[in-house]
C-alpha cells in the first residue's frame, strides 16, 4: 500500500503529559475508503489519538498526515476535509439544530444561501431530524445531540469522518441507529470512529486499530483479524473423544490436540470438542475430517477451521501486551 | 454546487464566530431589552438629572455631555467587562471550544470574531445610541451644532477605552479557566489605572495612559482638545493591539 492510499498516516506519534506518554510511537495507517474502527480500552489514549489527527493537540514528538496533510503544520486545512464527532458533543444550547449547522456550514461555505440551506436540509434528513430541526438544542435527548452531532460532522461532505465514541451513551436502538448512519457513509467517505463497543466494530467495520497504553498493537483488515489462527481446526465428535484422539496424535502434521467437553447433541449425548493444531493448513483443510470419518464408530456433529470472535482477539491482545508491559 | 469559502488561514472561521456572537447578543429581540437596559443606565439618568433646571443655554448642553461623559460611561465600562467576562471561559467551560476548533477556525479568528462582535454591539447599542440621545438632548437644551464634532471626539475616545476594556477581557480568557478570575483582574486593571493619581510617581504615567481618556474626553467636549491625549489614545490602541495579539497567540496554543 503506498503513501497516497492512506488517509490517515503516522510515524512514531507520541504524547506526552509531564512525563507521563499518553500516546506512544503511534504508526497508524489507515488507507482510504475504509471503515475503521479504533478500538482500545478506557484510558488507552483513543481521544487523545483523535485530537492529536486533528490538531486539536500538539505531539510531543512524531508526526503524522491526514489526507497528505501534516497534523502539525497543517490542522486549519485538514479540518476543513475532516468531519468531527466528540465524546460528549457539546452545542450552542440556544441554537436550534437548523441554526446549528447553520453557524457550521458557514466554516465550510460561502455564496448561495439557497444551497446551503439545501445543503442543510438534506443532512438533517439523512440523521433523521427532520421533525426537530427547528428546535432548540437545550430540549435533545442523548440520541438527538448525537444525531445532530453525525450531522454536523457530515456537514461539508467530508472525505474523512473521525467520530469519538459515537454510540456508547446510546441505548439500544439509538446505537443501532447510529451504526446504520455509520454504515451509509460507506463509499462516500473514510469513517475512522473509536470505540470500545466490541460488537459494533465487528458489524460495520472493515478495519480495526486496536491501542493499549497509548501503544498499537494490533492494526488491519477485520476479516484477516478474525480469521485468527489460519492452523488450528476444530472437530465436535459424539463420546469422550479418545479413541479419534488416539489417532490423530500419530499422524505428522499435527502438531497438537487440545480436548474440551462439548455441547451435548440433539439427543442429549456427550460430545467432546477437540482442537486440532496442524503444521500444514492446506492438507488438514484436505485430509482432516476423511481421517476422522474414516473410522466407523465415529460420529462427527461439528467440523472447521477455527475462528474467532473480536472480543477474543481484544482481550488476548490487552491483556498480553498488559502482562508484557509489567 | 458548493462554494467553498477561501479565506486566509489566519481568519479562517472569523466570519462565523463574528455572526454567532452577535446572533447571540440580538436574537429573538434581545437588542430591544439591550437597548432599554443601556439608554436606562447611560442617557435617561444624565437627561434627567441635567436637563429641564433652567432655560435652554450651550452651558447646559455642555452639562449634559459632560455628565454623560463622566457618570453615563461608567455603567459602561462595567458593563463591558460583564458582557465579555466569559465570551472564552464560558466556552472552555461548556466545551464547546473542542467542538468549534475541530472545524477550519484558526485561534486569531476566534479571538478577532468575538472582539468584532462585542465591539459592533458595544459601539451600537452600548454606547453609540445613548450617546446620539444625550447629544440630541443636549442640543434641545441649547448646545449649539459647532460642539457636535468635539463630542464626536470624545465618544470615540470613551469607545476606545471600552474596547481598551474589552481586549483586556478577553485576553485575560484566554489565560483564566474560571470567569471570577477574568472579571476580577480586569476590574482590578480598570480601577488601578483609575487610581494612578494617587501616587505621586504614577501620576505622571497617568497622562499618557488609558485611564486619561475619560478626562480628556470631556475636556474636548467642551472645547479643549489636550496635546496629551494623542499618546494616550496611541497608547491605549497599542495597548489593545497586544491584547489581541496575545490573546490570538494563547489561543493558537491552545491544547483540548
Not at chain 1, 463497543?197 to 488491519?220: C, E, F
Not at chain 2, 456572537?21 to 439608554?39: P, Q, T
Not at chain 2, 455631555?65 to 455603567?75: D, E, I, K, R, V
Amino acid at each position: 500500500m503506498t503513501e497516497s492510499d492512506l488517509i490517515i498516516s503516522t510515524t512514531n506519534l507520541t504524547k506526552k503529559y509531564r512525563k507521563k506518554s499518553v500516546v506512544e510511537n503511534l504508526n497508524l495507517a489507515v488507507p482510504r475508503g475504509s471503515v475503521c474502527g479504533f478500538l482500545g480500552p478506557n484510558g488507552a489514549g483513543k481521544s487523545t489519538t483523535i485530537k492529536l489527527l486533528l490538531g486539536l493537540t500538539k505531539p510531543t514528538s512524531g508526526e503524522g498526515t491526514i489526507l497528505g496533510d501534516s497534523i502539525i503544520k497543517d490542522s486549519v486545512r485538514i479540518r476543513e476535509r475532516v468531519g468531527f464527532l466528540a465524546q460528549e458533543p457539546r452545542f450552542y444550547e440556544y441554537l436550534t439544530a437548523r441554526e446549528t449547522l447553520r453557524f457550521i456550514a458557514s466554516f465550510f461555505f460561502k455564496g448561495s444561501n439557497s444551497k446551503i440551506e439545501s445543503r442543510i436540509d438534506e443532512v438533517i434528513y439523512t440523521v433523521g431530524l427532520d421533525k426537530k430541526a427547528d428546535r432548540p438544542v437545550k430540549g435533545f435527548s442523548g440520541g438527538e445531540r448525537q444525531r445532530l452531532g453525525i450531522a454536523q460532522a457530515a456537514i461539508n461532505d467530508p472525505e474523512l469522518i473521525i467520530l469519538d465514541e459515537p454510540a456508547s451513551a446510546l441505548d439500544p436502538l439509538g446505537r443501532r441507529d447510529m451504526l446504520q448512519i455509520i454504515e451509509n457513509f460507506r463509499g462516500r467517505s473514510t469513517v475512522f470512529y473509536s470505540t470500545h463497543i466490541l460488537d459494533d466494530v465487528q458489524r460495520v467495520s472493515d478495519m480495526v486499530v486496536i491501542l493499549n497504553n497509548g501503544k498499537l498493537i494490533a492494526q488491519g483488515n477485520i476479516q484477516e483479524l478474525l480469521a485468527g489462527n489460519r492452523s488450528q481446526f476444530y472437530i465436535t465428535v459424539r463420546g469422550d473423544g479418545s479413541t479419534i484422539s488416539d489417532k490423530l496424535q500419530n499422524i505428522s502434521w499435527i502438531n497438537n490436540i487440545t480436548i474440551e467437553q462439548g455441547i451435548p447433541d440433539v439427543n442429549n449425548d456427550r460430545t467432546t470438542k477437540l482442537q486440532v493444531n496442524v503444521t500444514n493448513p492446506s492438507t488438514a483443510e484436505n485430509e482432516l475430517l476423511r481421517l476422522v470419518m474414516a473410522d466407523n464408530e465415529t460420529v462427527v456433529t461439528e467440523f472447521g477451521r477455527t475462528s474467532y470472535e473480536l472480543e477474543d482477539i481484544f482481550v488476548d491482545l490487552v491483556e498480553g501486551e498488559s502482562e508484557n508491559a509489567r | 454546487m458548493l462554494a467553498r469559502t477561501s479565506a486566509k488561514n489566519w481568519l479562517r472561521g472569523f466570519y462565523p464566530i463574528f455572526r454567532k456572537e452577535l446572533f447571540r447578543r440580538l436574537r429573538n429581540k434581545r437588542w430591544i431589552l439591550s437597548l432599554v437596559v443601556w439608554m436606562s443606565l447611560s442617557a435617561v439618568p444624565t437627561i434627567s438629572l441635567a436637563g429641564g433646571n433652567s432655560s435652554p443655554s450651550v452651558s447646559q448642553g455642555l452639562g449634559m455631555l459632560s455628565l454623560f461623559l463622566w457618570l453615563g460611561t461608567t455603567p459602561m465600562w462595567i458593563g463591558t467587562i460583564v458582557i465579555s467576562q466569559g465570551a472564552i471561559v464560558e466556552e472552555k467551560l461548556t466545551q464547546t471550544l473542542l467542538w468549534i476548533f475541530s472545524k477550519p477556525l484558526s485561534g486569531s479568528a476566534f479571538v478577532l470574531g468575538k472582539f468584532a462582535a462585542y465591539a459592533l454591539f458595544i459601539a451600537v447599542m452600548m454606547l453609540g445610541i445613548p450617546a446620539l440621545a444625550v447629544g440630541i438632548f443636549a442640543v434641545i437644551y441649547g448646545l449649539t451644532v459647532n460642539y457636535l464634532l468635539g463630542y464626536i471626539s470624545s465618544v470615540l475616545m470613551i469607545y476606545l477605552l471600552l474596547l481598551f476594556i474589552l481586549s483586556l477581557t478577553l485576553m485575560l480568557g484566554t489565560f483564566f479557566q474560571k470567569i471570577s478570575s477574568v472579571t476580577a483582574i480586569a476590574f482590578m486593571v480598570y480601577i488601578g489605572g483609575a487610581s494612578l493619581n494617587v501616587n505621586r510617581y504614577l501620576r505622571l504615567i497617568e497622562p499618557y495612559s488609558f485611564a486619561a481618556l475619560q478626562r480628556y474626553a470631556v475636556q474636548t467636549a467642551a472645547g479643549s482638545f489636550p496635546m496629551q491625549a494623542y499618546f494616550a489614545i496611541g497608547v491605549t490602541l497599542l495597548l489593545i493591539i497586544l491584547f489581541l495579539f496575545i490573546a490570538s497567540w494563547k489561543m493558537e496554543r491552545y491544547e483540548f
